[in-house]
């Protein structure tokens, strides 16, 4: 009986679609590299930051569990990762093409490929042998995000992962489940902020809103390219 009230109060803060969802982890985002671009001693700046990549990681989620063709999805976010490539090794580190960071888009489409092949192992008979290789897929995706030197390399795949696995329980549960792990993964200075992150993510009422997909897919690499080269030219 007291729950319902409670239930109905956290019901009406739920009022961010996707597409807002989204254009505030852009918004955190720029801050965040506007900051380590100009003014790296702007600690506020790069706080800020930490709030996108949680909430660009359940926008990933949610995105898989929606798209009616999920290796579509993949090779897109593949597609723009490796476009993105370039822009991001110019604005992180001054080069053209450098393998010891790789940029966040690849780390997405890294848990993606991870999620297709964890899903087609569960979709078989229950079995031991089943789980242990869902086990194994899950740890050697997390492991070849270190490897790989991806952007947030374990802490975005394992969010993903986590928000994914959660999909079927009540929003709450996931989504603290969520915070726990980034807790976990990322609990030093500036990092903590990122926990902010899933405050808008609490806030999510399950709309796609207005979309604007391509954009957030061009506005990745466009936005780096633009502060690498106004820092370089102007």
């Known amino acids: 009986m007291t729950?319902?009230?409670?239930?109905?109060?956290?019901?009406?803060?739920?009022?961010?679609?996707?597409?807002?969802l989204k254009l505030i982890?852009?918004?955190?985002?720029?801050l965040d590299h506007i900051g380590d671009c100009f003014f790296p001693g702007a600690t506020w700046l790069r706080a800020v930051g930490r709030i996108a990549m949680p909430v660009f990681a359940f926008c990933v989620s949610e995105g898989f569990l929606r798209t009616r063709d999920r290796k579509s999805y993949l090779l897109r976010m593949?597609?723009?990762?490796?476009?993105?490539?370039?822009?991001?090794?110019?604005?992180a580190s001054g080069k053209l093409f450098d393998l010891s960071h790789q940029n966040i888009m690849l780390t997405f489409?890294?848990?993606?490929?991870?999620?297709?092949c964890f899903e087609r192992i569960m979709t078989k008979e229950r079995s031991p042998i089943r789980d242990i290789s869902a086990a194994f897929v899950l740890l050697g995706f997390l492991a070849g995000s270190l490897l790989l030197r991806l952007d947030y390399n374990m802490?975005?795949?394992?969010?993903?992962?986590?928000?994914?696995?959660?999909?079927?329980?009540?929003?709450?549960?996931?989504?603290?489940?969520?915070a726990a792990v980034h807790a976990a993964f990322r609990n030093?200075?500036?990092?903590?902020?990122?926990?902010?992150?899933?405050?808008?993510?609490?806030m999510y009422n399950g709309k796609r809103g207005r979309g604007l997909k391509w954009f957030f897919y061009v506005f990745y690499p466009a936005h780096m390219l633009l502060l690498?080269?106004?820092?370089?030219?102007?």
């Open 78 to 91: 593949l597609l723009f990762g490796l476009i993105s490539e370039v822009p991001f090794d110019l604005f």
């Open 25 to 30: 982890a852009v918004v955190s985002m720029v």
């Open 228 to 234: 690498f080269m106004i820092k370089r030219y102007i």
């Open 109 to 116: 489409s890294w848990a993606l490929a991870g999620l297709i």
């Open 155 to 178: 802490t975005a795949t394992a969010l993903i992962f986590v928000f994914w696995l959660l999909k079927d329980k009540a929003d709450w549960v996931g989504n603290t489940a969520a």
């Open 3 to 20: 729950e319902a009230p409670a239930l109905e109060r956290f019901r009406r803060l739920q009022i961010l679609d996707g597409t807002a």
């Open 188 to 202: 030093r200075g500036v990092n903590w902020f990122g926990l902010l992150g899933f405050i808008p993510v609490f």
